[in-house]
């Protein structure tokens, strides 16, 4: 007998001959390939060709003033249109017939317009809302007028040509001589009745008349500008206005002379104004160096105060009498080292196309309100001040043993009451004071939260109201529209469907618009009148080219948390080439919170980090955990309070294992995980207090060391000891764990991003982590992503090419060279000419 030998060797094809007995056999085996991850598919949704395939999602109304009426864009497929809505006669209609405009602007224009390809920008409705202006840029190149280089590279523009359309008559009329005017300069804070505006210069106020102030929008370095000095002890970090935050030291020097931004609050008849100035000079020196500026290397100083740290920043809130150009000092101290914010005036929907829009404090001409908070955050107090008296007078006081969150009160009747939004029943509700701060009743009960407030009906006492939770058998997530009475009765549901809800209401209360979807869904918009009944349809988003793609809707799902009650909520994305019968390696993308959860619950055209991931060959998960979102209990949102590396961490794990046991075609032994910032701390802790689980991770620009991050995010969300001593003093005592510590337990695959000038979460955070790594013999990658902030701006294509790469060859095995793969040419489309 001849015995047959089998010889396995990976990924190629074994001939052997073999003699025996004077005989030869060919023994031939056919093994797997190596696997390949789908770099083709997940190109195909990268986002500059997203936006090719999707456009209009949502209707944003334009509410005018004099009606009802509201008008808006939507782009499609078919081109961009624009439609005027009259609510009181049901009825939508174009505002004008794109092709004959197209038609006629070719006609002035001289350059090619057609009805699908309209650029108008600048739409405007005039005072009287019979006709509406716009403009075209035209391919024309003019010399910019106030150009005294006439030779500069920047010396030439496109000209802009405006146009007004007549809405009854259907007439274009081209604006003769039509020269842009410049848009109003950001550093103006112009007095209600444009009287006067303020800004600041090398640290102090100083302020300039209404014609002053036009002859500098015309030009700013006009000679003739006529300016007057307000305050004169204004230093850097100790300024009345801006301090040149995100300028390097070169550009803030040069900077340091001209206008800025003073951020002032003016009362409603322009006699006075309240600016909040922080005296930050003793908090330390923070650095970042950015390698890549044009010549030298600059140098950006900033002030950071870190967790615990005694130096703090120290707020003082200044009230000025313009009449009489002076100013005093309010006595608003309650804490040590409290913040302070005075609130603004919340603005009217009507008002969004105005250019001019003053800033104006919350309350009346002879008081505003504001809040102060204790450093520890457990103390807030919503105070007003009398500006005759100078007294100030706490209203509402919130006290919680773990941190407290407040937002701005809505005034009844120029503030005879308030309503005031508070967690301190363990769940955000509405409550009903008099103008005194004394309760008058809670308006709003029950194991829902409340999210703010949309309008107030003083008249009719109505209070209209975002809250989610509420609806049995919805994603407690699901965002409603509410209306109820101040007295607590009669609650109704105004925009009633199992969807995300987003409104957008007029200002008197009448109709509003909502904007509705599920990440399975194709999102719709209609308008609803102030009782919920439906007025009309009014669009629903076009996905057609999307779906020719291959695209598919992700799955939603529900889990448990690790503590086996609560109940915890997620989205599941597959590539869209799905095969049920094969095994796929499992990523979750996180971001633990506690600001929010990073788990759509709406159709959405942002696609990377979910639904463009998978197409390499995943199933990508995002789902909540305890302490992660405010939109649920109070508990839930306060869960990671003085835990604050680990508190998510055990539900991840959990949810991936349910899940895995759901479903066969999840492999549970090639996990990965990734996130950024928060998300970047949450995936590198995971690699190392569950390093068997989870095999690999891409973290970007993670917190890991919250000792060295933000005193506000770290203090508030793990928790400060305030410390009283014999003497009276004061002090705060602040420890965290940190990713670093727990660096000899790295197993998996682990690569760090982070941008060289992210001046939020500094590069010392990935760097201390490298550092650990190193110290204990571990294998990782670290990627510096030069030039970039937080978010990596530019260079977030290439970051997330990188991060496929890496998990391209960890969890699917695909140790190809990725150098095969052309990051540019797969973004880009290649035209028949050859020419990109």
Wanted: net charge neutral.
């Amino acid at each position: 007998m001849n015995k047959l030998y089998k010889l396995v060797l990976c990924a190629q094809v074994l001939s052997l001959t073999v003699a025996a007995q004077n005989k030869t056999f060919t023994i031939t085996e056919n093994i797997q390939p190596q696997p390949k991850a789908n770099y083709q598919l997940a190109s195909r949704f990268s986002p500059n060709k997203l936006k090719k395939m999707v456009y209009s999602t949502a209707v944003d109304p334009h509410w005018l003033k004099l009606s009802n009426r509201f008008w808006y864009t939507f782009e499609s497929p078919k081109g961009k249109f624009w439609y005027l809505v009259d609510p009181a006669t049901k009825s939508k209609k174009l505002m004008f017939d794109n092709a004959k405009v197209a038609a006629e602007i070719t006609l002035a224009v001289r350059d090619p317009f057609d009805a699908e390809h309209l650029p108008l920008e600048n739409l405007k409705f005039a005072a009287d809302e019979k006709s509406i202006s716009f403009e075209v840029k035209s391919t024309i190149d003019e010399l910019k007028k106030d150009r005294k280089d006439k030779k500069a590279a920047d010396s030439m523009q496109k000209k802009i040509y405006s146009f007004k359309y007549e809405l009854a008559t259907a007439k274009l009329t081209e604006v003769p001589n039509f020269s842009k005017p410049k848009p109003k300069p950001a550093w103006g804070s112009v007095a209600p009745d444009s009287s006067a505006i303020i800004f600041s210069r090398n640290y102090n106020l100083y302020w300039m008349d209404k014609a002053n102030y036009q002859k500098a929008v015309k030009n700013e370095e006009d000679s003739t500008i006529v300016e007057h000095q307000l305050t004169k002890d204004g230093v850097k970090f100790y300024s009345y206005g801006s301090d040149g935050d995100g300028e390097n030291n070169v550009e803030n020097e040069k900077n340091n002379k001209k206008r800025r931004g003073a951020y002032v609050l003016w009362s409603p008849n322009s006699r006075y104004f309240v600016l909040d100035r922080t005296d930050a000079r003793k908090v330390k020196d923070l650095w970042v160096i950015n390698s890549v500026t044009p010549g030298r290397p600059t140098l950006e100083t900033y002030k950071y105060q870190m967790p615990g740290e005694t130096e703090s920043p120290l707020d003082e809130v200044l009230l000025f009498d313009f009449s009489a150009k002076s100013y005093k000092k309010l006595n608003v101290a309650a804490f040590k080292d409290q913040s302070v914010s005075v609130w603004s005036k919340p603005a009217l929907n009507k008002d969004r196309d105005n250019e001019f829009r003053p800033s104006i404090w919350l309350g009346n001409d002879s008081k505003f309100y504001f809040s102060r908070t204790s450093r520890d955050l457990k103390r807030i107090d919503i105070c007003t001040v009398d500006i005759n008296t100078d007294v100030v007078k706490p209203l509402i006081d919130e006290r919680f043993n773990s941190y407290v969150e407040v937002n701005r009160p809505a005034l009844i009747n120029d503030g005879i009451e308030m309503i005031h939004w508070s967690e301190r029943d363990g769940w955000a509700h509405f409550y009903l004071f008099d103008g005194n701060g004394k309760l008058k009743n809670q308006i709003t009960k029950g194991a829902f939260h409340c999210e703010s407030i949309v309008n107030v009906d003083e008249k009719n006492r109505i209070l209209y109201f975002t809250a989610n939770g509420r609806e049995a058998k919805e994603d407690p997530y699901y965002l409603h529209l509410y209306s109820i009475n101040f007295d607590g009765s009669n609650m109704k549901l105004l925009n009633a469907g199992d969807f995300d809800h987003a409104s957008n209401m007029n200002d008197n209360n009448t109709f509003f618009v909502d904007n509705y979807s599920r990440v399975n869904t194709i999102p719709k918009s209609t308008l609803y009148d102030k009782t919920g009944k439906k007025v009309m349809d009014l669009e629903t988003t076009d996905i057609s080219l999307l779906t020719v793609a291959g695209y598919k809707f992700p799955e939603p799902f529900k889990v448990k948390a690790d503590d086996g009650i609560t109940d915890l909520y997620g989205v599941m994305y597959k590539p869209f080439d799905f095969d049920p019968n094969k095994k796929y390696p499992i990523i979750e993308y996180v971001y633990p919170g506690p600001q929010t959860e990073a788990v759509n619950k709406a159709f959405s055209k942002s696609m990377d980090r979910t639904e463009r991931l998978a197409q390499f060959g995943y199933i990508v998960i995002t789902v909540g955990n305890r302490g992660g979102n405010p939109s649920r209990s109070k508990w839930y949102h306060t869960f990671g309070y003085g835990n604050l590396r680990d508190y998510g961490l055990a539900d991840k794990k959990t949810a991936i294992e349910q899940l895995a046991a759901r479903y066969s075609f999840i492999d549970e032994t090639k996990v990965g995980i990734t996130g950024h910032s928060g998300g970047g701390f949450m995936s590198t802790a995971a690699m190392l207090v569950y390093p068997d689980f989870f095999k690999a991770a891409v973290s970007n620009a993670g917190n890991h060391d919250n000792s060295i991050y933000n005193r506000w995010w770290s203090e508030k969300h793990n928790g400060i000891k305030e410390v009283i001593s014999l003497k009276g003093d004061t002090s705060f005592k602040y420890s965290i764990d940190k990713n670093p510590d727990l660096a000899k337990n790295l197993k998996g695959h682990l690569l760090l991003m982070h941008g060289d000038v992210d001046n939020n979460v500094h590069p010392a955070n990935s760097i201390r982590v490298a550092n650990a790594l190193m110290k204990a013999g571990k294998r990782f990658d670290f990627l510096i992503i030069p030039g970039q902030r937080h978010g990596f701006g530019d260079m977030t294509e290439y970051a997330f090419w990188k991060l496929a790469d890496h998990f391209n060859k960890y969890l699917i095995g695909d140790f190809s060279n990725p150098e095969d793969v052309d990051l540019v040419e797969m973004d880009r489309d290649i035209e028949q000419n050859g020419k990109p």
